[in-house]
């Protein structure tokens, strides 16, 4: 007794079906690492407290409360942990309580956040968008 083999028509069948699934998967894939969220055109300057220092990848995060008014948390996006140790940034660069001046690529929608531009605290003066 011989194996049946797949018909001509259920190959070719198959064959578009992963060509579409792969397709469909690239921009999934890559969208998590898009810069559209932000206003490249622009960049904004604030002054606050860092109210934390999230040394976590995908990417960093800075949270800076600043006095307002209105008071708002800004949430600030970095590189990754990879990418920003090569340039010298540590898990202990920036520490919650500090008083920082951010410069960052605004969000689009408004909410107060952001890619993080520069950092200075005291002396200590990081870059690092993404």
């Given at each position: 007794?011989?194996?049946?083999?797949?018909?001509?028509?259920?190959r070719?069948?198959?064959?578009?079906?992963?060509?579409?699934?792969c397709?469909?998967?690239?921009?999934?894939?890559?969208?998590?690492?898009?810069?559209?969220?932000?206003?490249?055109?622009?960049?904004?300057?604030?002054?606050?407290?860092?109210?934390?220092?999230?040394?976590?990848?995908?990417?960093?995060?800075?949270?800076?409360?600043?006095?307002?008014?209105?008071?708002?948390?800004?949430?600030?996006?970095?590189?990754?942990?990879?990418?920003?140790?090569?340039?010298?940034?540590?898990?202990?660069?920036?520490?919650?309580?500090?008083?920082?001046?951010?410069?960052?690529?605004?969000?689009?929608?408004?909410?107060?956040?952001?890619?993080?531009?520069?950092?200075?605290?005291?002396?200590?003066?990081?870059?690092?968008?993404?």
């Amino acid at each position: 007794m011989t194996p049946l083999s797949p018909s001509p028509l259920l190959r070719q069948g198959l064959c578009l079906l992963t060509l579409f699934a792969c397709s469909a998967l690239a921009p999934v894939a890559s969208a998590h690492h898009s810069f559209a969220l932000f206003d490249q055109t622009q960049t904004v300057s604030i002054k606050g407290v860092v109210e934390r220092f999230a040394w976590t990848n995908p990417h960093i995060t800075i949270y800076v409360d600043t006095p307002g008014p209105p008071a708002q948390r800004f949430k600030i996006e970095t590189g990754s942990v990879n990418a920003l140790q090569r340039t010298g940034w540590t898990a202990e660069s920036i520490k919650a309580g500090e008083t920082a001046e951010v410069s960052f690529k605004p969000l689009k929608n408004g909410e107060p956040g952001g890619l993080l531009v520069e950092i200075k605290s005291g002396d200590v003066v990081l870059t690092g968008g993404g």
